[in-house]
């Protein structure tokens, strides 16, 4: 069946009824007719999936989800740097005159998403077309009515959605304060080393009848110098793996918020669109009914 033969009402979650039933398809009762046990239905399942499908993508488009999680990974390798960075390696980035880039703030999302309200009130007209265009009036315009009744309210709740989808910006794991501690503990090794490098050949070397002594014995020396590369050999290793480490947790968080962002921006366009949609819906079909079986009597 294309796109032009839908009817709005003809979604296969529209509630059906049995043909020897005379009771309405919004009355949901026991076999006995006594009404117990009824059910409160989702006005979202008048609603054609396809239309419902589209408003979302395109809320999701206008809120700027895709540019939000693709940050992700490289705000949380920033954060992380400053604690499992090598000191050595970032003191040279920062004498080469590189700065770090800018954060991307929650608010920042927020007002990204406020600069799409034409978006949004595109999507919501077209979504209102598709669903109730091919309805007679009034039912038409009420349709459209109810679509564009909260759209005052997409902008900032669409905003919510992308910030409270994504990982908390100022997040620091434990662990990244535990390496930034053997990293310094590293620094501080190897500048002892150094200076105690620096100590030997000045005393040592001086050729005075100093008595032996380690800071004087210039066969310690060689030993020093491997000591302070093998440092920092370590430290660079660390702050690499580390590094490893926060790329594949970025993956994971950016997974995560892959997968909660459209949930969020789903059920705000539930929320705000298609539930009041549905139950314009829901009562067409009430009166399609309705008037059916007047007819019929």
């Not at 090598?86 to 700065?99: N, S, T």
Request: proline fraction near 6%; charged fraction near 20%; aromatic fraction near 6%.
């Amino acid at each position: 069946m294309g796109a032009a033969d839908w009817q709005p009402w003809q979604t296969s979650g529209v509630p059906t009824r049995s043909a020897s039933s005379s009771r309405p398809p919004w009355e949901d009762a026991t076999q006995d007719g006594n009404g117990a046990g009824q059910v409160t239905e989702d006005p979202a399942i008048y609603v054609p999936a396809e239309p419902a499908g589209a408003l979302t993508v395109a809320f999701a488009k206008a809120a700027g989800a895709a540019a939000a999680t693709e940050t992700l990974n490289g705000v949380r390798e920033r954060s992380a740097a400053s604690y499992i960075g090598w000191p050595p390696a970032r003191l040279a980035a920062r004498l080469q005159g590189e700065a770090p880039a800018p954060k991307l703030a929650v608010g920042d999302l927020g007002h990204a998403s406020q600069a799409q309200r034409s978006d949004i009130d595109n999507a919501i007209n077209v979504f209102a077309s598709e669903v109730g265009g091919s309805l007679p009036e009034p039912w038409s315009r009420t349709v459209r009515t109810a679509a564009r009744a909260r759209a005052g309210e997409a902008q900032a709740a669409l905003g919510r959605a992308v910030a409270q989808g994504l990982p908390p910006r100022d997040k620091v794991t434990s662990w990244w304060r535990l390496i930034a501690l053997a990293q310094w503990l590293l620094v501080a090794l190897t500048l002892v080393g150094l200076v105690w490098i620096v100590l030997i050949l000045a005393i040592g070397g001086s050729g005075g009848a100093h008595k032996s002594s380690l800071i004087n014995d210039t066969s310690l020396a060689p030993w020093l110098g491997v000591m302070v590369v093998a440092l920092l050999l370590l430290g660079w290793l660390i702050s690499s793996w580390c590094q490893n480490m926060v790329v594949l947790a970025a993956d994971r968080e950016r997974e995560q918020a892959v997968r909660d962002i459209p949930a969020r921006i789903a059920t705000v366009t539930d929320d705000l669109v298609v539930v009041p949609v549905g139950r314009e819906l829901r009562d067409y079909e009430r009166y399609r009914t309705e008037l059916a079986a007047a007819r019929d009597h």
